[in-house]
């Protein structure tokens, strides 16, 4: 079984920047993907960001793109997600997600994390 850990939200003005962090643990595993997931109440989950392990490829969400930043941290099994310039409209529970063998959307995350709630003030 896989655990993940996330860290780093909070409350920040609007314009200002949070980086959140996901630790990945358990007794094996084999990591395909990370990814980072928000919502927001009354919203459908949304896709933020992911990272493909071995390449480092990464993905973004169109509404974070330019302001958002994923990064990996392989020999910890850690995932962190820069997130800069931030908005009300950002406010949402991120999720941290591990994908053990593809990704397709949000197919093949099949563990996440319990979610670290950010909030931006305008």
């Known amino acids: 079984q896989v655990q993940l850990v996330e860290s780093g939200g909070g409350l920040v003005q609007a314009g200002g920047s949070l980086r959140l962090s996901c630790a990945a643990s358990g007794r094996t595993f084999r990591v395909y993907a990370m990814g980072w997931f928000r919502q927001a109440p009354g919203k459908e989950r949304e896709f933020v960001a992911q990272?493909?392990?071995?390449?480092?490829?990464?993905t973004y969400g169109d509404s974070v793109k330019g302001r958002f930043t994923i990064s990996r941290d392989n020999a910890k099994n850690t995932v962190h997600l820069q997130m800069n310039s931030l908005k009300p409209e950002d406010t949402a529970v991120y999720y941290c997600a591990l994908a053990d063998a593809f990704v397709d959307g949000v197919r093949g995350y099949d563990y996440w994390g319990q979610g670290t709630q950010v909030t931006v003030s305008s």
């Open positions: 990272i493909r392990w071995s390449s480092g490829t990464t």
